[in-house]
């Protein structure tokens, strides 16, 4: 089935430490997104990417990297940066193309906990 | 610019009675507005979607939703609430004149149905 995977689903990071969160997707979307959720909190978006090898930095994009060397991969970063990465985060892709109304579909998120 | 809102944070109904969850947007053109679904520890899950047409939306889980252009909302609906809705709904527009809009979600609004 079609879909966007992302893992791990449960990650504990020291402080200090970088954490690779890895988002991948079958559905040949071309656009990618990053979004921190934070308890009983709504979506904040930490980077996005239109095109393979093109990115851009959302609204918190501090502390945080991301790659696209491939279409279907958007993996993220967590930097020792960050100053506060406790968080939920989510992966999304969209279609492009003239028909695309900017529905986005969604992973099943990564939980990180900084111990 | 284009923005929405979600004026409760928290919306409490008994299982049985109907339940809306209320949405406004602003957009300079004609709006393409999602809601969104999410439960404990998963991903975003599309509901319905408006982007022409009949004014009433029907979606997933019995979900409706009733485009007013007037009054600029977009409401959430169910005729008879169950308590496994109980979960976090996020309303989200995109301006339809700009295919290079990504969406704005409003902040959520927590869903609790009781027996």
């Known amino acids: 089935d079609g879909g966007i995977t992302q893992s791990p689903k449960y990650l504990f990071r020291k402080e200090g430490q970088n954490v690779t969160l890895s988002c991948e997707q079958n559905l040949n979307h071309d656009a990618m997104y990053w979004y921190r959720q934070d308890p009983g909190q709504g979506l904040r978006l930490i980077y996005y990417s239109q095109i393979v090898n093109d990115f851009q930095k959302g609204d918190i994009a501090e502390g945080y990297s991301v790659s696209r060397e491939k279409k279907e991969s958007f993996p993220l970063t967590v930097t020792s940066a960050q100053k506060n990465p406790t968080a939920f985060y989510l992966c999304a892709s969209k279609p492009s193309g003239p028909s695309n109304t900017g529905e986005l579909f969604f992973g099943e998120g990564s939980r990180l906990t900084v111990l | 610019a284009q923005s929405v809102a979600q004026p409760e944070d928290q919306v409490n109904v008994a299982e049985g009675n109907p339940l809306t969850v209320k949405c406004t947007y602003s957009?300079?053109?004609?709006?393409?507005l999602f809601w969104y679904v999410q439960y404990p520890n998963r991903g975003l899950q599309f509901l319905l979607k408006?982007?022409?047409?009949?004014?009433l939306v029907k979606g997933s889980y019995g979900f409706e939703a009733e485009f007013n252009k007037s009054q600029t909302s977009f409401h959430l609906k169910k005729p008879s609430a169950l308590v496994s809705d109980s979960a976090l709904y996020f309303c989200a527009v995109r301006d339809a004149s700009n295919a290079g809009n990504m969406l704005t979600f409003g902040g959520g609004t927590r869903l609790m149905v009781k027996p």
């Open positions: 957009v300079s053109g004609n709006p393409y």
């Open positions: 408006y982007i022409t047409g009949d004014n």
